[in-house]
């Protein structure tokens, strides 16, 4: 009898310790997609907001190259506002999913409007560079913010 009840409580131990270190398998697993899923999210949104700083950053250069040439830049302007347009949600993105990124992320896209205005080549190619050097130091911090 003692012999039976032994085995019947070995055999609830066993089930309860089985469950248990399955619950909390099951549990890393979850974190683990959901951790996945956040980085690739992160990493679509940073790709989205570099790609938009870039072509905004193109579409600015000749709108602005154009203008200081005194030729008709009307076309290039609506080309303009139609890439500054399509900053806006790729960084509401970065912002919202890695709040960290949110400073670095800012100073790329004011320095891609800051292109806007410059009163000769220089200063134009200035601003051009100004802006490629915050896309780049943004895109080095998204690295290693989505690599931790």
Do not use: C
Request: charged share 20%.
């Amino acid at each position: 009898m003692l012999t039976a009840i032994v085995a019947v409580l070995g055999t609830l131990a066993g089930a309860l310790l089985t469950g248990t270190l399955q619950h909390i398998s099951q549990r890393a697993q979850r974190t683990e997609a959901a951790a996945a899923a956040r980085r690739a999210q992160g990493l679509a949104a940073v790709t989205e907001l570099a790609t938009a700083l870039a072509n905004h950053r193109r579409a600015m250069w000749i709108r602005e190259d154009l203008r200081l040439r005194g030729q008709d830049w009307s076309e290039a302007r609506a080309e303009s506002h139609a890439t500054r347009s399509a900053i806006t949600a790729p960084l509401l993105h970065v912002s919202m999913l890695l709040p960290s990124l949110a400073p670095a992320a800012q100073a790329a896209v004011d320095a891609a409007y800051g292109l806007r205005g410059r009163d000769g080549a220089t200063p134009l190619a200035a601003a051009r560079e100004r802006a490629i050097k915050e896309a780049d130091a943004f895109v080095a911090a998204a690295g290693v913010a989505l690599a931790a």
